[in-house]
C-alpha cells in the first residue's frame, strides 16, 4: 500500500490519502470520488505555502543585508565620533597645558582677594564701588562729584586745587557772588601753572572767579539774553550789575550803561512870562562827569511861543544838587500854557558814577 500525508507544517491539513481501498482513506474502488479532489487541493494549498514560505525567507534576507549596512554605517559613525572626541582631548590637554605654565609663572603677590575671604591681598573699599565710562576710561562713581554733588564749598576765596564740582554751603558760605553760595558749580585746576577758575551760578546769573596760584586774580559775569537788561550797579568804579538799565518816571525817561553813561530825556513846562532862573527835576540822580552836556528841542516844531526860541534862550546848564536849569533872555506873554507849544524837550549825556 502507498499513501501520501499533507502535513500541517508545510500548510497541508495533516489528512493521510493511501492506493487501496481503505473507507476513510482510500482512493481504490469508489474513494477516488470524494478523495481525488480534496487530496488535490491540499497539494496546491501546500505550494501556495511553500511559495509563501520562500518570498518570507527572502525579505527576511533583505532585511538581514539592510541591518548589515546600518550596522556598517553606524561603525563609520563610531569611528568619526571616536576621531572627535580624540581631537577634543587633545585641546583640553593642550588648554590644560597653557593654563599650568600660566599659573605657574602667575605671582601670588599680585592677586587681590574678594574682602573677607581670609587670603592675603583682599579687596578693599574700592572693591565694592560704581564706576562711570560705559565703554571708554572708567572712573569711580561720585569722584570727584561725578555722579554725585561734589564736596561742599564754604569759603568762595579759597582756590581751586582740583578738577571737581562743589555744592555751596549756603548761609554758612562766605565771599560768593550773588548769591552762588546756594548753588551748585565746577572748579578747574592746571597743576603745571597753579591756574584756576571757579564757575559759579545763581539765579542772577553765571560768574568766573579766577586765582593764579593761591592769589585772586578776577572776578568775570557771564552776560547773557537775561541779564544784558536789568538794574546796573558798581562797587568801587567796577560794573556788578546788567549792562543796560532802562527806566522812566514823572520827570522822565532815561538809560544807564555799566561803564557809568548816562542819558535822560524830559518833556518839561516852562514858564515864558519868567525870565529868571527856572530849575527842574531830571528823572535820575547823575554827575556831571568830565564832558556832560545837555540840550533842549521844541516840542511843537511848527508854532513854539516865541519866548522860547532858541535865540531867547540865555542859559542852559546843569545844577548836580537841583538838577538842570533854564533861563530866558526876555520873559514872554503866555498863550496857551500846558501845551506843546510852551514846553521844551531836555536831553542830558551825564555819569551816573
Same mark, same amino acid.
Given at each position: 500500500?502507498?499513501?501520501?500525508? *499533507?502535513?500541517?507544517? &508545510?500548510?497541508?491539513?495533516?489528512?493521510?490519502?493511501?492506493?487501496?481501498? @481503505?473507507?476513510?482513506?482510500?482512493? $481504490?474502488?469508489?474513494?477516488?470520488?470524494?478523495?481525488?479532489?480534496?487530496?488535490?487541493?491540499?497539494?496546491?494549498?501546500?505550494?501556495?505555502?511553500? +511559495?509563501?514560505?520562500?518570498?518570507?525567507?527572502a525579505d527576511y534576507v533583505q532585511q538581514?543585508?539592510? &541591518?548589515?549596512?546600518?550596522?556598517?554605517?553606524?561603525?563609520?559613525?563610531?569611528?568619526?565620533?571616536?576621531?572627535?572626541? @580624540? +581631537?577634543?582631548?587633545?585641546?583640553?590637554?593642550?588648554?590644560?597645558?597653557?593654563?599650568? +605654565?600660566?599659573?605657574?609663572?602667575?605671582?601670588?603677590?599680585?592677586? /587681590?582677594?574678594?574682602?573677607?575671604?581670609?587670603?592675603?591681598?583682599?579687596?578693599?573699599?574700592?572693591?565694592? =564701588?560704581? /564706576?562711570?565710562?560705559? @565703554?571708554?576710561?572708567?572712573?569711580?562713581?561720585?569722584?570727584?562729584?561725578?555722579?554725585?554733588?561734589?564736596?561742599?564749598? %564754604?569759603?568762595?576765596?579759597?582756590?581751586?586745587?582740583?578738577?571737581?564740582?562743589?555744592?555751596?554751603?549756603?548761609? %554758612?558760605?562766605?565771599?560768593?557772588?550773588?548769591?552762588?553760595?546756594?548753588?551748585?558749580?565746577?572748579?578747574?585746576?592746571?597743576?603745571?601753572?597753579?591756574?584756576?577758575?571757579?564757575?559759579? *551760578?545763581?539765579? &542772577?546769573?553765571?560768574?568766573? =572767579?579766577?586765582?593764579?596760584?593761591?592769589? &585772586?586774580?578776577?572776578?568775570?559775569?557771564? *552776560?547773557? $539774553?537775561?541779564?544784558?537788561?536789568?538794574?546796573?550797579?558798581?562797587?568801587?568804579?567796577? !560794573?556788578?550789575?546788567?549792562?543796560?538799565? =532802562?527806566?522812566?518816571?514823572?520827570?522822565?525817561?532815561?538809560?544807564?550803561?555799566?561803564?557809568?553813561?548816562?542819558?535822560?530825556?524830559?518833556?518839561?513846562?516852562?514858564?515864558?512870562?519868567?525870565?529868571?532862573? +527856572? *530849575?527842574?527835576?531830571?528823572?535820575?540822580?547823575?554827575?556831571?562827569?568830565?564832558? !556832560?552836556?545837555?540840550?533842549?528841542?521844541?516840542?511843537?516844531?511848527?508854532s513854539p511861543n516865541p519866548a522860547l526860541?532858541?535865540?531867547?534862550?540865555?542859559?542852559?546848564?546843569?545844577?548836580?544838587?537841583?538838577?538842570?536849569?533854564?533861563?530866558?533872555?526876555?520873559?514872554?506873554?503866555?498863550?496857551? !500854557?500846558?501845551?506843546?507849544?510852551?514846553?521844551?524837550?531836555? %536831553?542830558?549825556?551825564?555819569?551816573?558814577?
Amino acid at each position: 500500500m502507498n499513501s501520501v500525508t *499533507f502535513p500541517e507544517a &508545510l500548510g497541508g491539513n495533516g489528512q493521510t490519502y493511501t492506493d487501496d481501498a @481503505d473507507p476513510n482513506t482510500g482512493l $481504490d474502488g469508489l474513494g477516488y470520488t470524494v478523495r481525488f479532489i480534496p487530496c488535490l487541493q491540499q497539494a496546491v494549498i501546500m505550494g501556495l505555502s511553500a +511559495q509563501s514560505n520562500a518570498q518570507a525567507c527572502a525579505d527576511y534576507v533583505q532585511q538581514c543585508q539592510t &541591518l548589515r549596512e546600518e550596522v556598517g554605517n553606524d561603525r563609520l559613525a563610531v569611528a568619526a565620533d571616536r576621531q572627535h572626541v @580624540d +581631537q577634543q582631548r587633545q585641546a583640553v590637554d593642550t588648554a590644560a597645558a597653557s593654563a599650568a +605654565q600660566s599659573a605657574a609663572s602667575v605671582n601670588a603677590d599680585n592677586i /587681590v582677594h574678594k574682602p573677607g575671604s581670609g587670603l592675603p591681598n583682599a579687596a578693599g573699599a574700592a572693591y565694592n =564701588r560704581e /564706576v562711570e565710562g560705559g @565703554d571708554g576710561p572708567l572712573m569711580a562713581k561720585g569722584f570727584g562729584g561725578l555722579g554725585g554733588q561734589g564736596y561742599q564749598l %564754604s569759603d568762595f576765596n579759597a582756590a581751586p586745587s582740583a578738577n571737581q564740582f562743589y555744592y555751596g554751603a549756603g548761609a %554758612s558760605g562766605s565771599n560768593d557772588l550773588l548769591g552762588a553760595k546756594y548753588w551748585p558749580g565746577v572748579d578747574l585746576y592746571r597743576l603745571s601753572s597753579g591756574h584756576s577758575i571757579r564757575l559759579m *551760578f545763581s539765579n &542772577l546769573g553765571a560768574f568766573i =572767579r579766577g586765582w593764579v596760584a593761591e592769589d &585772586l586774580s578776577f572776578d568775570f559775569r557771564i *552776560f547773557h $539774553d537775561k541779564n544784558v537788561i536789568g538794574t546796573v550797579s558798581q562797587s568801587g568804579g567796577v !560794573p556788578t550789575g546788567a549792562i543796560i538799565e =532802562r527806566g522812566s518816571n514823572a520827570n522822565g525817561e532815561y538809560v544807564k550803561f555799566a561803564d557809568g553813561s548816562l542819558f535822560f530825556s524830559s518833556v518839561k513846562d516852562v514858564n515864558v512870562a519868567d525870565s529868571g532862573v +527856572q *530849575f527842574f527835576t531830571p528823572p535820575v540822580v547823575y554827575i556831571p562827569g568830565s564832558a !556832560p552836556a545837555i540840550t533842549v528841542a521844541h516840542v511843537s516844531t511848527s508854532s513854539p511861543n516865541p519866548a522860547l526860541y532858541f535865540e531867547n534862550i540865555r542859559a542852559l546848564f546843569l545844577d548836580p544838587t537841583a538838577g538842570y536849569a533854564l533861563r530866558l533872555k526876555t520873559a514872554g506873554v503866555s498863550s496857551a !500854557p500846558g501845551t506843546n507849544s510852551e514846553r521844551l524837550i531836555f %536831553s542830558g549825556w551825564l555819569k551816573w558814577y
